[in-house]
């Protein structure tokens, strides 16, 4: 996978566990791998990213909204016989990953 979008999983998860991409179920070898403690995305998975002090003033005052695009990663998973959800994980662009 040439550029891959990379998703941390916390150091507490261990396999087997679900991974979801805005509340949607992902299924492992269509839309994602793992490699060791790291989700590859085979699809882009957009984050927003700071914003800018004119861009929070506005939305501050109450003049615009922040309408970008932003996927949220979650993965459900088995801790100690109770069930745990990892949500909002990091998600690395191809360039820096």
Known sequence: MAEAWTVPLPRDISEPFEVFVNGVPQERGADYDVHGVVLHFRRPLAQEGRL???????????????????????????????RRVASGLPVVPPETS
């Open 52 to 82: 800018g002090f004119w861009r929070w003033t506005s939305m501050f005052l109450g003049v615009a909204g922040t309408y970008r695009k932003h996927d949220s990663v979650d993965v459900a998973y088995q801790r100690d016989g109770r």
